[in-house]
């Protein structure tokens, strides 16, 4: 590596150009005074000892004393130490932006914000980024085009021990995967397709009950829904999900008399038609 490959490094790390050089020349040659820095890094003598004094600042570099207490020596922190000085500070300094970022999130005059989702990969890429950022929970529903195309993340946080509830409409040979990492995944057991031309496939997805995506993927390749932090919307994702559960287990069990009623898939189940009371 050369010294320009080394100062790139240090700027990475936030340092200035001279702030850099005059590192290098240091920790080339300790102690120095400043008329020996400037000839070995190339900085403006009169810009030396203003950038000594923001290395001792940054804890970078140090001061030395001499016997003559007029003069002005420096040695070089070692970098090893400075590396982590300044690992500590910023790890200090993003847990404090951290906890202030959460606590204006949690304001009551913060307003939520609402993003569009109107492609399948927007709705893709932020569901796969929700499933991986999952640390407790995960509620999903979904169709198995969908399901395949985030199913590798789902098993991944499956490993991570995250819980979770998914409602498959349509067969995907991956839940059985998810099954036998007692994942509590479902498949429809009726068939759903007659609703896809109104409705599309519907998506609904929740992660940590603290973000979602619902929304739908219709015939014609458009997606219409929405990413969201708010607290209901989070709510009833969740809600939605559970009651898919829920019913398919309940049919499965004692449907027989409601399937004898409104039919094998349900198409004589009507919302729009007021219930005959005895």
Not at 2 to 27: H, N, P
Not at 77 to 100: D, S, W
Not at 258 to 278: A, C, I, Q, T, W
Request: hydrophobic share 40%; glycine share 6%.
């Amino acid at each position: 590596m050369s010294l320009e490959d080394t100062y790139d490094a240090m700027k990475s790390i936030g340092f200035g150009e001279y702030e850099a050089r005059v590192y290098c020349a240091l920790l080339a040659q300790s102690p120095a005074n400043g008329y020996q820095v400037a000839s070995r890094s190339g900085v403006p003598r009169a810009k030396v000892y203003e950038t000594l004094n923001r290395l001792v600042f940054r804890g970078a570099a140090v001061r030395v004393e001499t016997a003559r207490k007029d003069a002005r020596v420096y040695m070089a922190v070692e970098p090893k130490t400075l590396i982590q000085n300044l690992q500590n500070h910023m790890n200090v300094a993003f847990h404090r932006a951290q906890g202030e970022l959460d606590r204006l999130q949690h304001e009551p005059d913060v307003v939520e914000i609402f993003w569009r989702v109107t492609s399948r990969e927007d709705l893709v890429n932020r569901a796969q980024n929700l499933v991986d950022s999952a640390e407790k929970t995960l509620h999903v529903a979904l169709w198995s085009e969908e399901f395949d195309a985030v199913f590798e993340n789902l098993l991944s946080a499956a490993k991570r021990k995250v819980r979770m509830a998914v409602m498959l409409y349509s067969e995907h040979e991956g839940l059985e995967k998810l099954q036998k990492l007692d994942a509590g995944a479902i498949l429809h057991s009726k068939n759903k397709q007659q609703v896809v031309p109104e409705l599309g496939r519907q998506f609904m997805l929740a992660s940590d009950r603290s973000k979602c995506i619902t929304g739908s993927v219709f015939e014609d390749g458009t997606m219409d829904g929405v990413f969201s932090m708010n607290r209901g919307l989070v709510s009833n994702t969740i809600d939605l999900v559970n009651h898919e559960i829920y019913v398919e287990r309940m049919m499965n069990e004692v449907g027989r008399p409601v399937f004898d009623l409104y039919g094998e898939d349900m198409k004589g189940l009507n919302s729009f038609d007021r219930p005959d009371h005895p």
